[in-house]
């Protein structure tokens, strides 16, 4: 049975950071590609970063610069740094990964596991 759980997420002012993890039980990380995603009140989900096999990483637009999506292969843990906040970056946090394949997409439907999500809140 695979389990993601997620952690680090918390209240932080504008402009500063945190760096969520998220870590994996009966899945190894390094095998396929794994996504963070989030989701504002009022909002649907939305992709943000995603790091496949081989360690390539892509991020949306709203996130570039500010958002490092990486990877520690002996802790089988995925990170997102995330770094000049904005109160718009407020949201739930959910880590996924696919079940196999090492390529990555900003899609929900390709990622097959899921954490429990981990908020962020951003004041202004």
């Known amino acids: 049975q695979v389990q993601l759980a997620e952690s680090g997420g918390g209240l932080v002012q504008a402009g500063g950071s945190l760096r969520l993890s998220c870590a994996a039980s009966g899945h190894t990380f390094s095998s396929t590609a794994t996504g963070w995603f989030r989701q504002a009140p009022g909002k649907e989900r939305e992709f943000v970063a995603a790091?496949?096999?081989?360690?390539?990483?892509f991020n949306t637009d709203s996130v570039k610069g500010r958002f490092t999506i990486s990877r520690d292969n002996a802790k089988n843990t995925v990170y997102l740094q995330m770094s000049s906040l904005k109160p718009e970056d407020t949201a739930v946090y959910y880590c996924?990964?696919?079940?196999?394949?090492?390529?990555?997409?900003?899609?929900?439907?390709?990622?097959?596991?899921w954490g429990q999500g981990t908020q962020v809140t951003v004041s202004s």
């Open positions: 790091i496949n096999g081989a360690g390539r990483t």
């Open positions: 996924a990964a696919r079940s196999s394949g090492s390529l990555f997409y900003s899609q929900e439907k390709y990622y097959d596991y």
